[in-house]
């Protein structure tokens, strides 16, 4: 376990604009070149023919550029990928951060182009072994994101700014936090999933998530689309994790129980139990928050 090490993420709120001249963006390509310069968001939208959101690449450069409005590009997606970044170093593939843009209501993330495929693009075509070693892998990213710790006298259930959670499941919702303690969470999920039409005693589904759980850092959206595979047919890897606007940190069994969403009931992740083989399982929960999860339907 190593304790979050100071990174003051809480300076860079409020920046409308910010280069991070130290990363890999900004060198020289050659002797004599002048020092590259990060696309201004009108030849982002040039790009992409004039649409207002999306994701631009800049192969050339070794860029991509996410944005829209912040409702769906928050800036808080670049501060926890430097969290993590800052955190564990290269343990986890995930981009580099060159800087970003605000214009109004408008954001953009320029981040490091990590090459390759989708997991869901490539997964039937992955031979046995391949997906074995990546499930592997995925379990190594895993435990070297929950190894990650707060100081215990100040535990929350929140984002890494220690505010509100950012997960989808909350989207739109005032009260997200950030709680004191697992408990405080598995109330609000069980009231947003209810309406509060059921009490704690009379919801059949409740006493399945376990007050006691520990609080982990989570990704908290660790799905198919969310991981990049690279490498030569029979040796791939995973080259990358990325959508990193949920992450915080959440109770041990929400990362198994979110690996769930967004994938297809009959897809070999959860039919052969490729989760399960992933990352500690926690079935009970999972039947709560699958159920709490249409109730609420974010």
């Known amino acids: 376990m190593r304790q979050a090490q100071n990174l003051d993420l809480v300076t860079y709120i409020g920046l409308d604009s910010i280069d991070f001249r130290e990363t890999s963006f900004f060198r020289a390509r ?4 002048p020092t590259p310069e990060l696309p201004t968001p009108a030849i982002v939208r040039e790009a992409r023919m004039g649409k207002t959101q999306g994701i631009a690449e800049f192969r050339a450069v070794n860029l991509l550029v996410k944005y829209g ?10 501060l926890v990928t430097m969290f993590i970044r800052h955190q564990v170093g290269t ?3 995930v981009p ?4 970003w843009r605000v214009e109004g209501n408008y954001v953009y993330i320029y981040l490091s182009l990590i090459q390759g495929q ?4 490539c997964w039937r075509s992955l ?14 990213v895993i435990a070297t994101l929950q190894s990650i710790t707060q100081d215990p006298a100040s535990e929350i259930v929140g984002s890494v700014l220690r505010g509100p959670v950012q997960d989808m499941y909350f989207r739109g919702e005032p009260e997200a936090g950030p ?11 069980q009231y947003l999933a209810t309406g509060g039409r059921l009490d704690k005693q009379s919801d059949p589904y409740r006493h399945l998530l376990r007050d006691t759980s520990r609080i982990y850092f989570t990704h908290a959206d660790l799905h198919l689309d969310n991981i ?10 995973i080259n990358g994790i990325i959508d990193w606007r949920q992450a915080g940190w959440y109770p041990e069994f929400w990362e198994y129980c979110k690996m769930h969403i967004g994938v297809d009931y009959e897809h070999e992740w959860r039919t052969l139990g490729w989760i399960q083989q992933i990352t500690m399982p926690y079935q009970t929960e999972a039947v709560a928050m699958l159920e709490y999860w249409q109730w609420r339907s974010p």
């Not at 990049?228 to 890897?237: E, T």
Request: glycine letters at 12%; aromatic letters at 8%.
């Open 30 to 33: 050659s002797d004599g070149e």
């Open 91 to 93: 343990k986890v593939p």
């Open 179 to 189: 709680f004191s303690d697992v408990a405080a969470f598995n109330n609000r999920i």
């Open 118 to 121: 989708t997991l869901d693009s």
């Open 69 to 78: 409005p912040s409702s769906c590009v928050p800036l808080y997606e670049a």
């Open 127 to 140: 031979q046995e072994r391949e997906k074995v070693a990546i499930s592997g892998q995925l379990g190594g």
């Open 96 to 99: 580099e951060v060159f800087g």
């Open 228 to 237: 990049i595979i690279a490498g030569p047919v029979g040796s791939r890897y």
